[in-house]
């Protein structure tokens, strides 16, 4: 319902100055790509929202289409890409314990703990995550981050003001590897091509691809 997509757009502008100052252009080629996506932009089912980019050959600000993580899952599991995907984050007391053992990519990891319940601190360290897909061919895909690359991530999206630096870093750690594996998901599932645009959307902009 483009009215009701025009509503949900409205809102966004209100509430964010920066969106107020965007160009026209920029902000209906958005509504667009969210349309043929097939995502809302309503903030309750957090698929998607605007955000904003600015272009140094034009000198202006953009509107773009932000792909939450939450968006692209959607989109793999409506278009057959995968079955189900799952992600988790590897301590140092898993590998002291002998309760992680990476099988290479085509497998999913063994990962036992004989306590789920210990706090992150009582852990020791986060050493990276990895994020396991059911294919559609029944096969399994694993994708993992070291926690290198994660500090990597926490930086490039500004650590200090993010919640990056909060106690949902865990997740957002988890999140980024997800993200990363979706780029590797194999495709020729996705008949209609609404994954692969938006993964290719992604590309495009990787840095509007949010949690």
Same mark, same amino acid.
């Given at each position: 319902?483009?009215?009701?997509?025009?509503?949900?757009?409205?809102?966004?502008?209100?509430? @964010?100055?920066?969106?107020?100052?965007?160009?026209?252009?920029?902000?209906?080629?958005? #509504?667009?790509?969210?349309?043929?996506?097939?995502? @809302?932009?309503?903030?309750?089912?957090? $698929?998607?929202? *605007?955000?904003?980019?600015?272009?140094?050959?034009? #000198?202006? *600000?953009?509107?773009?289409?932000?792909? @939450?993580?939450?968006? $692209?899952?959607?989109?793999? $599991?409506?278009? +057959?890409?995968?079955?189900?995907?799952?992600? &988790?984050?590897?301590?140092?007391?898993?590998?002291?314990?002998?309760?992680?053992?990476?099988? +290479?990519? $085509?497998?999913?990891? !063994?990962?036992?703990? !004989?306590?789920?319940? *210990?706090?992150?601190? &009582?852990?020791? =360290?986060?050493?990276?995550?990895?994020?396991?897909?059911? #294919?559609?061919? =029944?096969?399994? /895909?694993?994708?993992? /981050?070291?926690?290198? &690359?994660?500090?990597?991530?926490?930086?490039?999206?500004?650590? =200090?003001?993010?919640?990056?630096? +909060?106690?949902?870093?865990? &997740? /957002?750690?988890?999140?980024?590897?997800?993200?990363?594996?979706?780029?590797?998901?194999?495709?020729?599932?996705?008949?209609?091509?609404?994954?692969?645009?938006?993964?290719?959307? /992604?590309?495009?902009?990787?840095?509007?691809?949010?949690?």
């Amino acid at each position: 319902n483009y009215h009701e997509e025009a509503q949900f757009a409205k809102t966004q502008i209100a509430q @964010t100055a920066k969106l107020q100052h965007c160009t026209p252009q920029s902000i209906h080629d958005s #509504l667009l790509q969210a349309a043929s996506l097939g995502l @809302t932009l309503n903030h309750q089912k957090k $698929l998607c929202y *605007l955000t904003t980019r600015y272009n140094k050959e034009l #000198l202006a *600000l953009e509107c773009k289409l932000d792909i @939450t993580y939450h968006g $692209l899952y959607t989109l793999a $599991l409506e278009t +057959g890409v995968v079955q189900f995907v799952v992600a &988790e984050r590897v301590f140092e007391s898993d590998i002291q314990n002998g309760g992680f053992e990476y099988l +290479g990519p $085509l497998l999913p990891p !063994k990962h036992q703990t !004989k306590n789920p319940f *210990l706090s992150d601190k &009582e852990k020791g =360290n986060c050493i990276g995550v990895y994020c396991v897909a059911k #294919l559609a061919t =029944n096969d399994y /895909m694993t994708t993992f /981050m070291t926690q290198a &690359e994660l500090n990597a991530c926490a930086q490039q999206n500004g650590f =200090n003001n993010s919640v990056w630096s +909060g106690p949902f870093r865990g &997740e /957002m750690e988890k999140k980024a590897c997800i993200k990363r594996a979706f780029k590797l998901w194999p495709k020729y599932q996705d008949k209609s091509g609404r994954f692969s645009n938006a993964v290719e959307l /992604m590309n495009r902009d990787i840095d509007t691809i949010n949690p």
